[in-house]
């Protein structure tokens, strides 16, 4: 929780958003992998249930969207 007259850094990362920078570079990347895990944790969810929706399709992430595209 931030308090009047707090000041925080934060770095945006495409495909992450905002990141809370910590106070050595270090700190700042380890937080960012952490986003990165957390992300790719999603993705892998998400495709698992979307291969399950629809299964025979092939599914395929075009940058932040999903495509599924019917196998013919």
Same mark, same amino acid.
Request: include cysteine.
């Given at each position: 929780?931030? /308090?009047? +007259? /707090?000041? *925080?850094?934060f770095?945006?990362?495409? #495909? #992450? +958003?905002?990141?809370?920078?910590? $106070?050595t570079?270090?700190? @700042? #990347?380890? *937080?960012?992998?952490? =986003?990165?895990?957390?992300?790719? !944790? =999603? $993705?892998?969810? #998400? *495709?698992? *249930? ?8 092939? !599914?395929?992430?075009? +940058?932040?969207?999903? @495509? ?5």
């Open positions: 929780m931030m /308090e009047v +007259g /707090e000041q *925080r850094n770095v945006y990362i495409p #495909l #992450l +958003g905002m990141i809370e920078s910590g $106070d570079k270090s700190e @700042t #990347l380890a *937080r960012i992998r952490k =986003a990165e895990v957390k992300r790719e !944790i =999603a $993705d892998k969810k #998400l *495709r698992r *249930r979307l291969q399950k929706e629809y299964p025979g399709c092939e !599914i395929v992430k075009i +940058g932040n969207h999903w @495509t599924i595209k019917p196998k013919k």
